[in-house]
Structures are given as C-alpha cells and as structure tokens.
C-alpha cells in the first residue's frame, strides 16, 4: 500500500519503469525480472479492459512492479474502475482548469482528501472485511492509507492549460505534473511538432512556473520509457553487433 515512487523519492532514487499500451503479463513478469521499479498501462491510447487491468496488476505485484495508469478520461467512475483494479497511480490527462484538477483529485482520494467512491474489486482486497481489519486495523484506516498511497499526475497539453496554470496549482493533492508535448503542439497550430521553439518555451515557461509554486515535475520522481523505444532501438544496437 506504500506510495513506492514517493519512498525511492526520499532516497534520492528516480523511479525507472516503461509504459504499455497493450496487455502482456509476460512482458510485465520480464520487466520485474529485470529491475524495473513500475509499469504504466496507457488507458488512454492503449487496448485494456477491466479484466486485463486485473491480470496486469496481480503479474507486476509478483515481481515488485508498482502499476501506474494514464486514464482515458477523469471522469470519477473512469478513475474508479483502475483503482479498484488495483492501481497505485493516476496520470490524468487533459488537464485544463482548477475544475479539473479538483475532479482528478476528488476521483483518487477518500475523503476527507477527495470523493473517491468505494468499490469491492481487488484494489479493496474484494471488500472482505476480515482481511481489512487484520492488515489494516479497519475500513476507516485503510481508506487513509489508500489516499496516501495514491500517486496523482496532471497532464498539461493543451494552451487552455498553460493559460490556467496558475488556477491549476491552486489545488491541492496532485503530486506531480507532467505535458503532452504532441498535443500542445497541435493545440498552438504546430502539428507533429513537439520539438518547435515555441512549444519548448511554452514548456520552459510552465516548468518554470509549476517549480516556483512549490510543485513538482513527474521527472523528479519518475523517468519512463515505451516498450517500442526499448525493442525496436534496442534490437537496432543488439543487430549492429
């Protein structure tokens, strides 16, 4: 129930993991296998359903693998449905106004942090009491805990988002921020170009701004890479050999 990417925080520790957009419990194991810290499920772009979040989790909780998510939307049942699959992090995108980030919060955290609603998946250990009031001292802890376990990650990418950024910051809970550089090109008429001068200031600028509030970027707690980075280039330096 820990928050392990906040725990490696404290030690100095970059979280390292690799974001799949398609269910594998192979792949997941050999990850765990080789040291990874976390996986992300991207529930936004990528091909999961409820039943493959589940065997997802129960794999990479095997091998060590804290499971992140990128939700397809943050509507509270949306988020629900990955939480009670056992998810311990969620990355909410299309973040645009204080509105939503206090629905992203709302939708993670129990009160008094949030509404999230109760379910009686596994990420409620299937709301068996007898397993609640041994591991956790009760319901009434384990939703504390549970809050707390939570790591929650706005994605800005869009321009409405950088002009509400600061209304943005003013809510509390989220832990760490994070852009969608192809959609924020899109958004200022710059299509496929992430990489274009004024994208990157826009970047800059919001980087600068959500650090001087006091927040904090996701690449101080987390680095990650996709499973296509890791085959295709590293199959490319493996047939170089």
Known sequence: MRNYIKKLNSENKIAKGCTLV???????EMLGMSGYDYIRLDGEHGAFSPESIDDMVRVAESVGLYVLARVPSIEPHVINNYLDRGIKGIMGPHIENAENAQQLVDSCRFYPNGKRSWGGGRGNFYHNITILDKKFGGKSKFVDIASDSIFIEAQI????????LNEILSVDGIDAFTF????????????GQPEHKDVQKLMNHATQTIEESGKFMSSKFLTSITLADLIIDGSKNYLKE
């Open 22 to 28: 398609y269910p594998s419990p192979d792949v997941v």
């Open 180 to 191: 969608g550089p192809n959609d924020l090109a899109q958004s200022i008429k710059l299509p």
């Open 157 to 164: 990418e869009t321009q409405a988002s950088i002009n509400n």
